[in-house]
């Protein structure tokens, strides 16, 4: 059965092939819309084209046509129309989709125009000069492309991805430099990565400055710079150590804001926002917010707004909305934004590990780093003993460890210490340790780690068993997965967060960036269903404190907001739901 995301890839490679082929925009524009639906959407459409079809078509963006191929890709594993427009199109042109800010219109033009089929042929075309001729294809387009083939040629064939979590430091190291660089007035990151997506494929950097000379040397001369791509006035592009590609754009202090806006995206938010522009009798793009021109063909009018994101939004009658939900759909943006989750709402960590099992932090080291963190709850939760390979404990060690943590308590004042567990759910759903052993702590996180193969509705009756334990207080990175790396369970998401929110069972976005388990979709699921949501570090180690921000960044994709989310309660609420779990609802008691 076809995931969303795949049912999303084979939508945008019919659209991606629709228009190499040059098809009506329509029908390639209905194709794309169908594709973003598919990602974003929380129902599992796999499972609906085989139960339900009539109801894809209820779903916003599902046309009879669309709802037919998914319900033909659940059924058969492929589209006949897909496979048809493979044989129509050179196998070559495929790979020029994987080229650096190369899209499908420009794939049609290079293959009718230049007789272009494949990578060889663009690299001939560019070097003969075969380019210069051909409508739409100035010298700066050639130069971009030139600077594609040769990211390609460093980086291969497959567009590598890189977690958020290694994205960022790198993208804030850099600009650390540049920010002392002399003139630099302003510096940031965009794209992707300013969105919080959970991967990105590349970093955007934006930079005002009066030297423009001083910032692109700034930029060259960074030390871990592989592979100087291309520079000129206002952009640079190089290839890291590692394969990621840095795009710099410089521009001018008074139109920041229109840039930041612009390249940070997503590209379906810009679309809103220049047709809303448009309506308005303006005319929007990375230069700022214009009036719109007296002639057709006449140059834009006097400016409207640049110098920051939210008078542009203001100026065309809008609320300013985060990045992190800068990819709904359009007329969410007409109202304000909901109430977040930020990182300074968090004040409790909920789940972390000492030298106990596999953490490398003592119980006081661990609680000096809460204290730090100006945080009034900490709860030690070293493995279980099902998980041997992190040193689990067995129930006389936890019985112990139990008391040690009561001990500390004195030596901090200021900080909570609750006494749990991370226990493992076993594979039919038992938990590792007994009844009256869970009963002796002040919290536990229930988390699988181990059958996370399990077919979904094995996955979703295992998890249920511990949302429904009475004992339970928080289901840990839900479905196990590692980002680039394991896939982990897929449970229904929608069972699961009902249950949790009738049981005042947390789900838990894990915030290391090589999970973020809850994914941002999961996170939406959880909380149309009215069910809590913990933002915990699963600290092992000092460092993974800093891991905060990407857990929350994957909160606010998902719509969470403060009043949902466990660790950003005040002492009181926390230590009530604590206490009270098993018989009050938490949703009610926090308000």
């Keep these: 059965m076809p995931t969303n995301a795949e049912i999303a890839a084979t939508l945008t490679a019919i659209a991606d092939l629709l228009d190499i082929t040059g098809a009506n925009a329509f029908k390639v524009n209905a194709y794309r819309k169908a594709a973003r639906v598919a990602e974003s959407e929380v129902q599992d459409l796999g499972a609906l084209a085989q139960s ?111 977690r958020l979590g290694q994205a960022v430091p790198i993208a804030e190291s850099m600009l650390t430099v540049l920010r002392t660089t002399a003139g630099v007035r302003q510096a940031a990151f965009a794209g992707s990565a300013r969105r919080g997506r959970e991967t990105v494929g590349d970093l955007d950097l934006l930079v005002s400055c009066d030297n423009h000379e001083a910032v692109r040397q700034a930029f060259l001369e960074l030390p871990f710079i592989e592979r100087v791509l291309a520079h000129g006035d206002t952009r640079c592009s190089a290839l890291l150590t590692g394969g990621m590609q840095v795009d710099l754009r410089i521009v001018d202090d008074a139109v920041f804001g229109a840039a930041l806006l612009y390249f940070t995206g997503s590209k379906d938010h810009n ?27 006449g140059p834009v009018g006097s400016l409207v707004a640049a110098s920051n994101e939210e008078s542009i939004y203001a100026a065309l009658g809008l609320h300013c909305w985060p990045p992190e939900l800068r990819e709904l759909h359009g007329g969410d943006f007409d109202q304000p934004p909901p109430d977040l989750v930020d990182v300074s709402h968090v004040r409790s960590e909920l789940h972390a590990h000492t030298t106990a099992s596999d953490g490398s932090l003592s119980i006081h080291e661990l609680a000096s780093l809460a204290v730090s963190r100006g945080f009034h709850t900490l709860a030690i939760t070293d493995h279980s003993k099902a998980s041997a390979q992190a040193n689990g404990l067995s129930v006389e060690r936890l019985r112990r460890h139990i008391d040690a943590i009561r001990a500390a308590q004195d030596d901090f004042p200021t900080l909570r210490l609750l006494a749990g567990s991370e226990v493992d759910i076993l594979a039919d759903g038992r938990l ?84 973020l388990d809850l994914r941002d979709t999961h996170v939406k699921i959880a909380v149309g269903a009215g069910a809590l949501v913990a933002i915990d570090c699963d600290i092992h180690g000092a460092e993974d404190a800093g891991n905060l921000r990407y857990g929350v960044a994957t909160a606010r994709r998902g719509g969470l907001m403060r009043t949902s989310c466990v660790n950003a309660w005040d002492p009181q609420a926390l230590h009530s739901w604590l206490r009270n779990k098993r018989g009050v609802r938490p949703s009610l008691m926090a308000r």
């Excluded at 340790?433 to 002040?442: G, H, K, N, V």
């Excluded at 069972?495 to 999970?515: D, I, K, P, Q, Y």
């Design 52 to 162: 339900d079809p009539a109801a894809l078509r209820k779903v916003e963006g599902f046309g009879e046509s669309i709802a037919a191929k998914i319900v033909e890709l659940a059924t058969t594993q492929r589209i006949d129309e897909l496979e048809r427009l493979r044989s129509e199109v050179p196998a070559g042109l495929l790979e020029l989709l994987t080229l650096q800010g190369v899209g499908p219109k420009t794939v049609h033009l290079l293959w009718n125009k230049a007789n272009v089929t494949d990578l060889q042929s663009l690299k001939s075309a560019i070097d003969s000069g075969a380019l210069a001729t051909v409508e739409r294809m100035g010298a700066k387009t050639i130069e971009n492309l030139r600077t594609a083939v040769a990211a390609h040629e460093v980086a291969g064939s497959q567009p590598l991805r890189f």
């Design 432 to 515: 590792d340790y007994d009844d009256e052993t869970l009963a002796l702590l002040d919290l536990v996180v229930a988390s699988p780690h181990a059958a996370l193969r399990q077919e979904p509705a094995a996955a979703t009756k295992r998890l249920l068993r511990a949302i429904e334990h009475p004992l339970v207080h928080i289901i840990g990175h839900p479905t196990g997965r590692i980002l680039l790396g394991r896939e982990g369970l897929s449970p229904d998401m929608h069972e699961l967060s009902a249950a949790a929110a009738e049981h005042g069972t947390a789900l838990e976005v894990n915030c290391h960036w090589s999970r």
């Design 271 to 297: 679309v809103f926002l220049r047709e809303r522009a448009i309506a308005a009798g303006m005319r929007l793009n990375e230069y700022g917010l214009h009036e719109a021109p007296k002639a057709a063909d």
